[in-house]
T-cell receptor, first 114, second 116 residues
Framework: EAQVTQNPRYLITVTGKKLTVTCSQN?????MSWYRQDPGLGLRQIYY???????DKGDVPEGYKVSRKEKRNFPLILESPSPNQTSLYFC?????????????FGNGTRLTVT | AQKVTQAQTEISVVEKEDVTLDCVYE???????LFWYKQPPSGELVFLIR??????QNEISGRYSWNFQKSTSSFNFTITASQVVDSAVYFC?????????????FGKGTRLHILP
């Protein structure tokens, strides 16, 4: 089944403890992206990647890192999480990275930083 | 600048009523793409429809229909004979032409409650 898989679905952590949210897609998509969703703010892009070894900042990249060493994986790293990073996170991918193809989203990761 | 406005933050209708979700966009491009996504209470985001700027034909898929009007920069979504399962947050999105690296712009979403 074609899908974007994010793990974990739920994560509670403490301030400053490094964490990684994994994202993997099995559709051979070139483009991958991370979004965060907050009440009243909609979806905001954190980072995106047009292809392997190509990553770029989105609207809210501060406090996050990503890497794209393989086409299928695009992990999101929070080196030192803070409470303002408590949010619902989505990984997404699309076929050609040129925005005429729809995004396929993972099921989301709800992160709580205390 | 590109922008997507979903002015309706939250809508409640009784089951079987028709409901229209508004989406107004701003762009200087002549070629662009518009999307609608659905986020049910379970949380995942699901693609519903894509429309490119040269295709102004309305689209119907079952109880769902989309009205694209370039003259008013709108891409509205209508659910006919709504059902409880239609309860969700709906996002409209705008993406730039293929020769640009600009980002996809999402509206802030409209939360739709279908009351039994």
């Amino acid at each position: 089944e074609a899908q974007v898989t994010q793990n974990p679905r739920y994560l509670i952590t403490v301030t400053g403890k490094k964490l990684t949210v994994t994202c993997s897609q099995n559709m051979n998509h070139e483009y991958m992206s991370w979004y965060r969703q907050d009440p009243g703010l909609g979806l905001r892009q954190i980072y995106y990647s047009m292809n392997v070894e190509a990553t770029d900042k989105g609207d809210v990249p501060e406090g996050y890192k990503v890497s794209r060493k393989e086409k299928r994986n695009f992990p999101l790293i929070l080196e030192s999480p803070s409470p303002n990073q408590t949010s619902l996170y989505f990984c997404a991918s699309s076929l050609n990275g040129r925005y005429n193809s729809p995004l396929h989203f993972g099921n989301g990761t709800r992160l709580t930083v205390t | 600048a590109q922008k997507v406005t979903q002015a309706q933050t939250e809508i409640s209708v009784v089951e079987k009523e028709d409901v229209t979700l508004d989406c107004v966009y701003e762009t200087r491009d002549t070629t662009y793409y518009l999307f609608w996504y659905k986020q049910p209470p379970s949380g995942e985001l699901v693609f519903l429809i894509r429309r490119n700027s040269f295709d102004e034909q309305n689209e119907i898929s079952g109880r769902y229909s989309w009205n694209f009007q370039k003259s008013t920069s709108s891409f509205n979504f209508t659910i006919t004979a709504s059902q409880v399962v239609d309860s969700a947050v709906y996002f409209c999105a705008l993406s730039p032409p293929m020769n640009r690296d600009d980002k996809i712009i999402f509206g802030k979403g409209t939360r739709l409650h279908i009351l039994p």
